[in-house]
């Protein structure tokens, strides 16, 4: 244990720090029954406690310089506490077995080395084993600030599902604030709350938090900028089994203009079996959320601000199904992948979406919305969506400039409704200016597609049963091309004016063509 806290950092703040070295130094170890040990320091600090067995009891409190404490505590009823108000804080608990409980707290008013330690980081490490295990990390970074480092660690081999929960808040409010970066690691019982908060300072630092967390789990990440030149964001979550939920936001609430590099927020959430649910908020700049969750409950809910370069892929793998995501401003990309149980509602807003939606494998419930805006010169819109049987319903709306939409729906009960406004100039290199393709393969049909202006077409291919078809094109080159097989048939295409042409067939039963062309 002493081998532990005595080294890299700390000892260089003792040794810089000499000659105060023989201001604070403590050292206690206890072994058996009701272990208590209070230790209060006031220099240049350093401290070691090691108890071994029944009621123990540690607390550390440290005030001025060079920080360091450790604690080691072994079996029963475990408790550890470690204050630090020092430059170079770093503080060590290890406790293995029963009833665990770690806080740690941890403040750095250091304005730039009056001792000649430029900036030493506050570090907190917590390893705890078995039984009910609770750590709370506090660490706050209030002058020229550096970077702030949590790691905690929690195992519980027995197994108790309510086990293992830990809390890591960081703050960091200096003009110069560094790195914030919290790591937790969990297993067998989980749940797990990182936030992070970076302000009042202008310069660029990185917040990161990453949570691992194996059974019964639950995770919060919370991640808030106020510089007006802050830089990156990453959020990382890996939950593995049992009642899997995650929530990461992301804040960018700096003062600048949107042309001042805020920049990349990142999230990644890795979720594999059972509950699964899922939210990520991000605001304002790059953007990038991928939420992964395999089987049973799923719902993912994502949300971007943007400014530039926002991106979303989710990809939901059987049962509960369901996906929203929402984006605004700029370069918008989204990609859903789900099998079964699906729905889906993509809303982009502003320049050049794109949303791409695959719903397969029986598709059950099958559902999915798209809705993108455009308007302005660079509006490129394009949606494609694949859903492979059982209830499909697709409704595409997209407005404003380059449209195309291509819906495939293969069987079963069908429908689908596509709306694309287009009009004016088309700047795009791909050069599209309205298209919608539907393919419904059979059964209860329905479709309705309008088109409102610049270079339509539309294409219908709807095979078998109660087949329906409503085209609407206004203003420009339309073209449209139909072609329902067997049953019920029924198709209108009212084209108002420009280039024309309409093409029908349908082979068979209850048919009844209008077409209506020009003024």
């Given amino acids: 244990m002493k081998n532990i806290i005595f080294t890299g950092a700390s000892l260089l703040a003792l040794a810089i720090a000499s000659p105060a070295l023989a201001q604070s130094t403590s050292d206690i170890d206890q072994t058996g029954n009701t272990n208590g040990a ?82 030493k980081d506050p570090e907190a490490f917590v390893n705890q084993q078995g039984n009910f295990n609770i750590s709370t990390v506090d660490q706050t970074n209030d002058a020229v600030s550096f970077d702030l480092i949590a790691s905690v660690s929690q195992t519980n ?22 790195n914030l970066n919290a790591n937790v690691t969990q297993a067998d019982g989980a749940t797990s709350f990182v936030t992070q908060t970076t302000i009042n300072g202008a310069g660029s630092v990185n917040q990161d938090a990453i949570v691992l ?15 007006n030149n802050s830089n990156d964001f990453l959020a990382t979550v890996t939950q593995s089994g049992s009642g899997n939920e995650s929530t990461v936001t992301q804040e960018d609430i700096g003062t600048l203009s949107n042309t001042i590099p805020d920049e990349n927020l990142t999230a990644t959430v890795n979720q594999s079996g059972m509950g699964n ?39 939901q793998t059987g049962n509960g199904g369901e996906s929203f995501v929402e984006q605004m401003g700029l370069t918008n990309t989204v990609d859903v992948f789900q099998a079964s149980d699906s729905k889906s509602t993509v809303t982009q807003t ?23 805006t455009g308007g302005g010169s660079r509006q490129w819109n394009t949606a494609n969506v694949t859903q492979s049987a059982i209830n499909n319903i697709s409704e595409v709306t997209q407005t404003g400039n380059n449209g195309l939409a291509n819906v495939n729906q293969s069987g079963a009960t069908n429908e689908s409704i596509v709306s694309q406004n287009g009009t004016g100039a088309v700047t795009s290199t791909a050069q599209v200016s309205n298209t919608a393709t539907v393919n419904q393969s059979g059964t209860l049909g329905k479709s309705d597609m309008f088109q409102n202006g610049a270079l339509n077409d539309s294409l219908l291919n709807q095979s078998g049963s109660e087949n329906t078809a409503d085209v609407s094109q206004t203003g420009d ?43």
């Fill in 277 to 315: 649910i899922s939210t990520i908020d991000q605001l304002n700049k790059m953007a990038n959320a991928t939420v992964t969750q395999s089987g049973t409950g799923n719902l993912s809910e994502v949300k971007q601000n943007g400014s530039d370069n926002i991106t979303v892929t989710v990809l």
């Fill in 157 to 178: 081999p027995g197994g108790d599902a309510t086990a293992n929960n830990s809390t890591v808040t960081q703050s960091a409010t200096g003009v110069g604030s560094g």
């Fill in 350 to 372: 502003g320049r050049r979406n794109a949303a791409f939606v695959d719903q397969l494998s029986g598709s059950d419930g099958s559902e999915s919305t798209i809705t993108q």
């Fill in 213 to 227: 967390q194996t059974g019964a789990n639950t995770s919060t990440i919370d991640q808030t900028f106020g510089l």
């Fill in 38 to 119: 209070t230790v209060t320091q006031t220099g240049s600090n350093a401290s070691d406690i090691d108890q071994v067995g029944n009621g123990n009891n540690a607390t550390v409190d440290q005030d001025g310089t060079g920080g360091d404490s450790g604690i080691l505590q072994t079996g029963n009823n475990n408790r550890a506490n470690t204050t630090q108000d020092t430059i170079g804080g770093l503080a060590d608990v290890i406790q293995n077995g029963n009833s665990n409980e770690s806080d740690i707290t941890q403040t750095d008013g250091n304005s730039g080395g009056t001792l000649g330690v430029v900036g």
């Fill in 477 to 519: 080159s339309n073209d449209s091309d139909i072609l329902q097989s067997n049953l019920s048939n029924d198709a209108i295409v009212i084209q108002t004016s420009n280039g024309n042409v309409s093409n029908i067939v349908q082979s068979g039963t209850n048919g009844s063509v209008t077409v209506t062309q020009g003024m």
